[in-house]
């Protein structure tokens, strides 16, 4: 399947440790919008350490610049 495929290319250029897309829509003058979740089942507070598998919170990071460089092998 094209967009799965592109999902997972999306996923690898990204390079987000432990971080999955799920999706990504292109909104004029905003960007590109992608939606993920995290690999691992569980996660550390980083102020005490404790591990917990339970959501607290669903967050929103605006990302304004990444350093992308994607090679493409000559056919
Ligand atoms: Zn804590």
Sequence with gaps: MVKKRAIRIITEILDLKDVKVLS?????????????ESIKSYSVCPNCGTKSE?????????????A???????N
């Excluded at 990504?24 to 939606?35: K, V």
């Excluded at 990071?61 to 990444?66: A, K, R, T």
């Excluded at 992308?68 to 000559?74: A, C, I, M, R």
């Design 24 to 36: 990504q829509r292109l909104h004029n003058e905003i960007g590109i919008i992608f939606q993920t």
């Design 54 to 66: 339970k959501l607290h919170q669903n967050h929103r990071h605006i990302v304004s610049q990444l």
């Design 68 to 74: 992308v460089s994607v090679s493409v092998p000559p």
